[in-house]
Each structure stands twice: as structure tokens, then as C-alpha cells.
């Protein structure tokens, strides 16, 4: 719980730098690859290594940002997380000002699961279905599972909207026996 607030907290200040949405949406693909490069397990290994000081810590953080032409405001803030000993919570700051982000613009993230890979029609349909439920502009993301006979499995801000064909089936089978 504590690390979430403290997420949120240093989302929200990297947010308030710019009102800029353009750049906002640049910071943001900047702090997500920041955050990769920081969740390697050798970059792990270096920075959680007991004979790094704090100031390695933070010179090493510096020479990521540096080496990854991060702009000078994620630049700062990767910095300032490295300084105040908040650098191994960048994943879930960068996946915060992610949200936070998608709220501010209008937009919800879906994961979609097909049996195969669908028709981009068939795809658009959905989104499009999705859309209308959410009233926003949907991102998907689309994933293949074998196990489903047919249908699709949306996951969208925490809901599951399960169309696969075995669940309806199910509930065929339910109301016919029923």
C-alpha cells in the first residue's frame, strides 16, 4: 500500500511539471524505459549491492538517464528517486503516471484474449463494442490462447467481459437444463 501512494505521489510531480500533453506522453515513454533498464537484473545486482553508496547509486542512475538521451525533466526526476532511495519503485511510479496519464487523455487500456489472431475488423468491432461501454478510447492489447474454443476475453479497468464461445455455451447449457 505504501509503495502505491508513494507512486502516486511521484507521478503526480513528474505530471505537474508540464501541461503539454504531447509531452506528457513523451515523459511517460521515457519513464517506462528507464524503469526496464532499472528492473534488469544486472542493473538490479549493481544497484542493490551493498558496497554501492548512495552517491554510486545516484551517479549511476545519472549515467542511465544520460546514456538513454532521457529529457532533462525524467533526467531529474530519475535522480531525485535515486536520491531519495526510491529508484527500485520506478516500475510502479512509471506504471502510475501510465494510468494517470490514460485518465487525464480520455483513454482505458484492454487486454483482449482470441483463440487466433482475429480479423482487424473483427478486432475493431470489439473496440469499437468496448468503447461504447467505457466511453472512452480504447487501447488494446491482444493476446492468443489456445485453450478458448472461440469468442474473445476483454479485460478493461478491472472488469472481465467474457464473450468466449465456452461460456456461452455454459450458459446455453444452464438455461436448457435449468
Known sequence: MKSSKVAKRYARALMGLSA????????????????????????????????ASPQARIAAVGKIAERLDLSYPVRSFAIVTARHGRIRELSAMADRYGRMLDDLLGRARATLTFARAPEPDAL?????????IVRKRVIATTRIDGALVGGVVAELEGKIYDGSLATRLAEAEQRLGG
Open 20 to 51: 503539454d500533453h504531447a509531452q506528457l506522453e513523451k515523459w511517460g515513454a521515457e519513464l517506462e524505459r528507464l524503469a526496464q533498464i532499472v528492473d534488469a537484473p544486472e542493473t538490479v545486482a549493481i544497484l542493490d549491492s551493498p558496497l
Open 124 to 132: 475493431q468491432r470489439v473496440v469499437a463494442a468496448l468503447e461504447a
